[in-house]
């Protein structure tokens, strides 16, 4: 099975080829949220569940991955 460092890597290996800058922001994008999701997942391992969300973190949550 691949893991998610693995797909990171590959994802900054395509981003040193010469690309166009659409191409470019997608895979930072695509790059940033597999990082988001890895701390999410760490945090949820290693730290006490947070029971409640507040406002500000869900709305930054939903800012970084376009939610409407």
């Known amino acids: 099975m691949i893991t998610s460092r693995q797909v990171i890597k590959i994802i900054k290996d395509e981003l040193k080829k010469d690309l166009d800058d659409s191409a470019r922001d997608a895979l ?3 790059k940033d949220k ?3 999701l890895e ?3 760490y945090l949820e ?3 006490q569940p947070k029971t409640v969300v507040d406002d500000d973190a ?3 949550a939903e800012k970084l991955f ?3």
Request: aromatic share 16%; no cysteine.
């Open 66 to 68: 376009n939610f409407k």
């Open 28 to 30: 930072r994008r695509v």
């Open 39 to 41: 701390e999410i997942e």
């Open 34 to 36: 597999i990082e988001f």
């Open 45 to 47: 391992m290693y730290k």
């Open 58 to 60: 869900r709305k930054n």
